[in-house]
Each structure stands twice: as C-alpha cells, then as structure tokens.
C-alpha cells in the first residue's frame, strides 16, 4: 500500500552547473501530473510526463526543475535598425518638446529589440543528466510513499479489527433479537384475544417479522466485504479504489442493520462499526 503524499529531491552541481530536482504529491481521484521547468528544456516535458506515468498511479504529482546556473553560450548583438528608428523618434519628440538633450546610449540599449541575445545551450546534455536525477528521486519519492502507506495500513487493519469483532457481537444478538420478537407477537395476541389463540396465525405473523426484521444476509455480504478488503490490502499494491468502493458497500449494510435491530446492544456495537469505517474511509483519501 502506498500513500499519495510524499516528497523528495535531488541535487547536482559542477564548475558548469547547478541544478536542482524536486517531487511533491498530494491526494487526487486521478493521476495528475504538473511538470515546472525552464522553456529552453520543455522539449523533455513529453518524456518525464511519461516516466512518471509509468511509476504512479494516483495523485496529484508536481515535479519542479530549476537550473540555477549554466555553461550556455550567448550571442550578442546589436539591431542597428531598430537603434535608428528610435534615435529618430526621440530626437523629433525632443525637439517638438524644445528639449535640447539628445537620447542616451544607454537608454537606446535598453529599448526592446535593440540587443539581441541569442542563448545556445545543449539540451541532450541535460537530458541524460535530469534521467538519472528523476530516476533515483523517484525511487526515493516511492519509498517515502511506502513508508506512508504502511503506517496507514496499520490504521486501517486496526479499524477493520474493531468492525470484524462488532460484528461478532451483532450476530451473537440474532437469536435473541428473534425469540423477542416471537414472544412479542404472541404477548400481542394473548392481550387481544385471550385463551383463544390461534398459533398458525402467530406462526405466520412471526415470519413475516422474520423476514422484515431478519439480517443475516446483511451480516453474510459486511462478512464477506470485510474479507475481500483485507484480501485487497494484501494483494494489490494500489487498491485505493477498490477499497473506496468496498467502503461503501460497507457502509450501506451497517447502516441496514442499524435501522433494522432497535435492541440497544446492537445499536452501540453498530455505531462502533460506523466509527471505525468512517475512520477508514478518511484513511483511504490518501492511498493510491
């Protein structure tokens, strides 16, 4: 099991360069991938997007790249044109003014266009280099998800434990809750009828009552959930959302018992259910 929380980064630096590598996840329904990088090496977005697709499953992952320092050439030069025309320009605004003071070079410089600097840099040399980085920080960002990711399994195993032995106590109360409405029936028709009491019709009401009242095949399909549940954690290493969509099932037979029983030792061992299994379901948000 694996959480969707989880960070690491790594590091490089040399004469030349120095670059920096981090990952952050969050919990997300889907696999959502942001990726924050220099434009120059966008051209390597397509192939990290596709590397961690193929390591996570769920959440909401940013991998942020900086490059803080470089070994790129740049090539300067100067718009003489462009220079020209704004010469041109602020002389006649100047003149027009009655302002004697001609353009300076360097506000002339600073004009848009005027320098042009053209940065050459080689991309395939990062690209070698940012694999490796994304590599071993992705192996330490799913350790981190790991580690997480048991500790929540504990939770969850520990809150599954509480609704298997509720459980247990709920349907320790079934022949209890059945004699009570037998002998409930037969208390009704005595009052109304006296001696003269017909035991096919208590028979009849009483299966009815039966059938209306009866949770067994509540209890078999919460059984037989909470068996799969446990079976999901231990077999599949991303079950979130099989385990999301067992919750609710549970969630749905707890709550039929609950309003079928009124006995009060069943209501308190059903409102232990709902607790722990609301405590799983805040649990599951996480996993992946």
Same mark, same amino acid.
């Given at each position: 099991?694996?959480?969707?929380?989880?960070?690491?980064?790594?590091?490089?630096?040399?004469?030349?360069?120095?670059?920096?590598?981090?990952?952050?996840?969050?919990?997300?329904?889907?696999?959502?991938?942001?990726?924050?990088?220099?434009?120059?090496?966008?051209?390597?977005?397509?192939?990290?997007?596709?590397?961690?697709?193929?390591?996570?499953?769920?959440?909401?992952?940013?991998?942020?790249?900086?490059?803080?320092?470089?070994?790129?050439?740049?090539? %300067?030069?100067?718009?003489?044109?462009?220079?020209?025309?704004?010469?041109?320009?602020?002389?006649?605004?100047?003149?027009?003014?009655?302002?004697?003071?001609?353009?300076?070079?360097?506000?002339?410089?600073?004009?848009?266009?005027?320098?042009?600097?053209?940065?050459?840099?080689?991309?395939?040399?990062?690209? =070698?280099?940012?694999?490796?980085?994304?590599?071993?920080?992705?192996?330490?960002?799913?350790?981190?998800?790991?580690?997480?990711?048991?500790?929540?399994?504990?939770?969850?195993?520990?809150?599954?434990?509480?609704?298997?032995?509720?459980?247990? &106590?709920?349907?320790?109360?079934?022949?209890?809750?059945? &004699?009570?409405?037998?002998?409930?029936?037969?208390?009704?028709?005595?009052?109304?009828? /006296?001696?003269?009491?017909?035991?096919?019709?208590?028979?009849?009401?009483? =299966?009815?009552?039966?059938?209306?009242?009866?949770? =067994?095949?509540?209890?078999?399909?919460?059984?037989?959930?909470?068996?799969?549940?446990?079976?999901?954690?231990?077999?599949?290493?991303?079950?979130?959302?099989?385990?999301?969509?067992?919750?609710?099932?549970?969630?749905?037979?707890?709550?039929?018992? /609950?309003? &079928?029983?009124?006995?009060?030792?069943?209501?308190?061992?059903? %409102?232990?259910?709902?607790?722990?299994?609301?405590?799983?379901?805040?649990?599951?948000?996480?996993?992946?």
């Amino acid at each position: 099991m694996r959480s969707m929380t989880a960070y690491a980064a790594k590091d490089f630096s040399d004469e030349n360069i120095n670059v920096s590598l981090e990952l952050k996840s969050y919990n997300n329904r889907f696999l959502d991938i942001n990726i924050h990088l220099p434009a120059w090496l966008s051209i390597l977005e397509a192939d990290f997007r596709k590397y961690l697709s193929t390591r996570f499953l769920r959440g909401k992952i940013d991998l942020y790249i900086k490059v803080r320092k470089d070994d790129a050439v740049h090539n %300067v030069s100067i718009n003489s044109n462009a220079a020209l025309s704004y010469n041109k320009a602020i002389t006649e605004l100047a003149k027009n003014l009655n302002i004697k003071e001609k353009p300076s070079l360097n506000l002339l410089l600073g004009l848009e266009g005027v320098l042009e600097v053209n940065t050459e840099r080689d991309t395939e040399k990062y690209r =070698a280099l940012l694999n490796a980085m994304l590599k071993e920080t992705s192996d330490k960002f799913e350790e981190e998800r790991l580690r997480e990711g048991n500790d929540t399994k504990e939770n969850i195993l520990f809150n599954l434990n509480v609704i298997e032995e509720s459980l247990k &106590k709920v349907s320790e109360y079934i022949p209890e809750m059945e &004699k009570a409405i037998k002998e409930n029936i037969k208390t009704r028709f005595e009052e109304l009828l /006296g001696d003269k009491i017909d035991e096919q019709r208590i028979f009849a009401e009483t =299966a009815m009552l039966l059938v209306k009242y009866s949770i =067994a095949e509540e209890v078999s399909r919460l059984s037989f959930h909470l068996k799969e549940f446990a079976k999901e954690i231990d077999s599949n290493q991303s079950p979130g959302k099989k385990l999301d969509f067992l919750s609710q099932e549970m969630n749905r037979e707890i709550n039929t018992i /609950g309003s &079928k029983i009124p006995m009060q030792e069943v209501s308190l061992a059903v %409102v232990e259910m709902k607790n722990a299994l609301e405590n799983i379901r805040e649990q599951l948000r996480n996993v992946e």
